[in-house]
């Protein structure tokens, strides 16, 4: 990545607690609340299901819960199941949904580099099963790396 030239004397700017990059990973800041959007993502909608399908504890998923719906990733919604008392789910918001990329290009990551030739899963759209795979574009799907990116300042 380039810096446009106001920005290139590093020393002369920051973003601060503004950087979208640092916020972001303020919310995502631990594996049960990345682990709770991945359940999401994969279905899991009812508090005992978080708890055994994330492995951690019921209160760990009780904050992560509550982080996510803080930051409105999330929304609870209420159940009744015949004879039970009255429940609450959670599921994914807009926001939330937003975050698919962000997951699929870290399980792509992962894939990649840490499973051996060998991811546990493979994630194909559903019509016609092509693998789904998450890249840099530009706005008409153009791939782009990094190396193709200049950044300025937003005003």
Request: net charge negative; charged share 25%; aromatic share 8%.
């Amino acid at each position: 990545m380039e810096f446009e030239a106001q920005l290139r004397d590093r020393s002369a700017w920051s973003i601060g607690d503004r950087c979208s990059a640092a916020r972001t990973l303020e919310l995502l800041s631990t594996k049960t609340v990345f682990l709770v959007v991945r359940e999401c993502f994969y279905g899991t909608s009812r508090f005992d299901d978080f708890v055994t399908r994330v492995g951690a504890s019921a209160p760990a998923v009780s904050r992560a819960l509550r982080q996510l719906e803080s930051a409105r990733v999330v929304v609870r919604t209420p159940y009744h199941e015949p004879g039970a008392r009255p429940r609450e789910e959670y599921r994914l918001t807009a926001a939330g949904e937003d975050l698919l990329p962000v997951f699929l290009a870290l399980v792509q990551w992962g894939d990649n580099h840490l499973q051996d030739g060998h991811p546990p899963l493979a994630f194909t759209r559903g019509d016609d099963g092509r693998r789904v795979a998450v890249t840099v574009t530009t706005a008409d799907p153009e791939p782009v790396s990094s190396g193709d990116i200049r950044i300025r300042a937003n005003e």
